[in-house]
């Protein structure tokens, strides 16, 4: 099993991926952000959905919102979190190397370093493809990722963060195979009880992430910092690549 596979990694770490605060920023973001600017109508699928952190705040906009997620317990914790929100939204059970729906959307969008994970670089090439395909013409596709020009300003550098509700995590990047994967060591520690895991992702840069979406089909590919639409530069705080597909 694959660690992204591992629904008591979700659960057993879900205070530290998916605290309060992450749910009060999403909020914020898509009322203010010109990247997640949506319409009231506008099919929007988040892909890697977890327990909802942006459904619920675009279908409060209006948008009529699809979450898929490979993991059946985020997807349990985004339809309480629909119910509590009073929103409503399709939940689907799926692989984001498999899902596709042709036409389907104005707006995917892929947040938190979500993209990524498969070893296998055609499989994360073919979960670009699926989201063009499942695209209208004109529809556009947002990867939130930390990319490699930002990240390289801080790698290696051991962190301990304080949870809500109690205890520590301690966590530590290595890179792995000349600077193109990523390990993340995270220890969570709460009274006796101690948790340990280890994720997995690809590291790209701008260039690399911006010719991975030419070959996937994408007409336009832009490149920003932040979700204010800053330029990605040695200001960025995030890599946000937005396809348009023509």
Known sequence: MDW????????????VMFPPRRVAEAEHLVATSPLLKVAAGDRVLDLACG????????????????????SEAMLARARDACE???????????DMRDHVEPGGYDLVVNMYTSFGYF???GENLAVLRNAHASLVPGGRLLVD????EV???W????QAVDVEGGGTVFM???????WTRLRSDWTYVRGDEVRRTSTYCVLYSAAELRALFREAGFAEVECFGDFDGSPYDNHARRLIVRGTRG
């Open 84 to 94: 509590r929100a009073g929103t409503t939204a399709r939940l689907v059970r799926a």
């Open 51 to 70: 327990p909802g952190t942006h459904v619920v705040p675009l279908a409060r906009r209006g948008a009529v919102v699809t979450g898929v997620d490979l």
């Open 155 to 158: 790698v290696g550098r051991p």
């Open 4 to 15: 992204y596979e591992d629904d008591d990694l979700w659960v057993g770490f879900a205070d």
């Open 119 to 121: 070893v296998e670089p």
């Open 172 to 178: 530590r990047d290595t890179v792995l195979d000349d």
């Open 145 to 148: 990722v930390m990319g490699k």
């Open 151 to 153: 990240f390289a300003g």
